[in-house]
């Protein structure tokens, strides 16, 4: 139960943070967003693809 918890906190706080960032990529110019994304997906690919999707998602 207390494991449950745990993950579903995480779990909102990496969305809070995802939201944080996507709101400053999405104030990047097009081509500083692609380096940042670039750059980006080096460090972390996992959140970056998550970013990405989201970034995707919004456009349509």
Known sequence: ???KR????EQKRQDQEDRQML?????MPAEQRSAFMYKMKED??????????????RRQ
């Open 1 to 3: 139960m207390r494991q």
């Open 6 to 9: 745990e993950q579903k906190e």
């Open 23 to 27: 709101a400053y990529t999405q104030r």
């Open 44 to 57: 972390n690919l996992e959140r970056a693809t998550r970013l990405q999707a989201r970034l995707t998602q």
